[in-house]
């Protein structure tokens, strides 16, 4: 059982990875902004449980792609009024209307994030759905600068959400 969700969980990462859909392609400012608020709490629901960004659990991995494929997206561009208001509804108003600015800020530091490493990580898990599997791509992840950098901008980002 444990297996059918680990490779349930890592097909959905390789979707959430190349769709178009996940990189915001056609989608308004709102839906971008509430896909990054929902992606966002979940992160920061799994930060408070465990204290830390959890690199070795997939369900995080798969957020992480998400808030990066969402801001290579142009997300960012232009008034971002809508993108707030879809942002803190996705959240489940766990970021406010004033925090939120300072939050968009800190999400333009993601859109540097080199995705490739996300995606390769998301397909060894597809090909090797097991822990050590899941272990060693997450060691390899969280070795990477551009991740650490990202981790450190999540972790300000949830300094703002408390």
Same mark, same amino acid.
């Given at each position: 059982?444990?297996?059918?969700?680990?490779?349930?969980?890592?097909?959905?990462?390789?979707?959430?990875?190349?769709?178009?859909?996940?990189?915001?392609?056609?989608?308004?400012?709102?839906?971008?902004?509430?896909?990054?608020?929902? $992606?966002?709490?979940?992160?920061?629901?799994?930060?408070?449980? $465990?204290?830390?960004? =959890?690199?070795?659990?997939?369900?995080? @991995?798969?957020?992480?792609?998400?808030?990066?494929? @969402?801001?290579?997206?142009?997300?960012?561009?232009?008034?971002?009024?809508?993108?707030?208001?879809?942002?803190?509804?996705?959240? &489940?108003? /766990?970021?406010?209307? &004033?925090?939120?600015?300072?939050?968009?800020?800190?999400?333009? &530091?993601?859109?540097?994030? =080199?995705?490739?490493?996300? /995606?390769?990580?998301?397909?060894?898990? /597809?090909?090797? $759905? /097991?822990?050590?599997?899941?272990?060693?791509?997450?060691?390899?992840? $969280?070795?990477?600068?551009?991740? &650490?950098?990202?981790?450190?901008?999540?972790?300000?980002?949830?300094?703002?959400?408390?």
């Amino acid at each position: 059982m444990k297996l059918l969700k680990v490779v349930a969980a890592t097909m959905t990462a390789v979707m959430l990875t190349t769709s178009c859909g996940v990189l915001g392609l056609g989608a308004s400012k709102k839906s971008k902004g509430a896909g990054l608020g929902a $992606a966002l709490l979940a992160l920061y629901a799994g930060y408070k449980l $465990a204290g830390k960004i =959890d690199l070795g659990n997939l369900g995080n @991995i798969v957020n992480l792609a998400s808030i990066v494929n @969402i801001l290579r997206g142009n997300a960012l561009e232009g008034d971002n009024a809508e993108l707030i208001e879809g942002l803190i509804e996705g959240a &489940q108003n /766990t970021i406010t209307p &004033q925090n939120a600015q300072a939050i968009v800020g800190l999400l333009g &530091q993601l859109s540097n994030l =080199d995705l490739n490493k996300v /995606t390769s990580t998301a397909k060894s898990l /597809t090909n090797s $759905a /097991t822990q050590e599997a899941t272990q060693a791509a997450a060691a390899t992840l $969280a070795a990477s600068p551009e991740v &650490q950098s990202a981790m450190n901008t999540l972790n300000s980002i949830f300094r703002l959400m408390n």
